[in-house]
């Protein structure tokens, strides 16, 4: 196997049309006050505590869980290309923004994640596409990524559903 396709074959790609124009689905994923209202597993309430929306900007939020447990996200920005993509690296982090294992698999979930979010017109509508790939991971880190590609469908869907919602298409 060549390096792109091992490349490829360790993203999960997640695609999704939304009925709504691209400009209302952009700053559904790039104004704090509507990201906060459908980011985040669903169930989770986000609060979004710092937001600079430039390439090398930062957001940093909060997901508080129905039982009580609290989370914390950051994204650090690659790439602003309004309203067509988003490109940052994704990490579970601390009250501080400070990276930190993710609470979950042992401790061998990637500590970052590439995320491309595209956006492209679909008549009246929008499909967005999600992909997300270990960024210098271990092996077992990228295996773990690997095994967890349902998991992590199962989670973007509910977090789409909560999105379409907002949109107003549910």
């Known amino acids: 196997m060549e390096a792109n396709e091992t490349a490829k074959a360790e993203e999960f790609v997640i695609s999704r049309v939304f009925r709504a124009p691209r400009p209302r689905v952009w700053d559904a994923w790039t104004k704090p006050d509507q990201l906060s209202r459908w980011f985040g597993p669903k169930g989770v309430t986000t609060t979004v505590q710092a937001h600079e929306l430039r390439p090398g900007g930062v957001l940093h939020a909060r997901m508080d869980t129905p039982d009580g447990g609290r989370m914390w996200a950051r994204f650090f920005y690659r790439e602003i290309s309004a309203p067509s993509r988003l490109v940052w690296i994704h990490c579970f982090s601390d009250e501080h923004a400070g990276v930190v294992r993710a609470p979950f698999f042992d401790g061998n979930w990637p500590l970052e994640l590439l995320t491309t979010v595209t956006f492209a017109d679909e008549g009246p509508a929008t499909r967005v596409t999600l992909t997300w790939a270990p960024l210098n991971a271990t092996e077992i880190e ?18 789409f559903e909560v999105l379409d919602g907002l949109l107003g298409g549910a």
Not at 142 to 159: C, E, I, L, P, V
């Open 142 to 159: 990228r295996r773990t990524f690997a095994a967890n590609m349902g998991s992590m469908n199962q989670g973007w869907t509910g977090s």
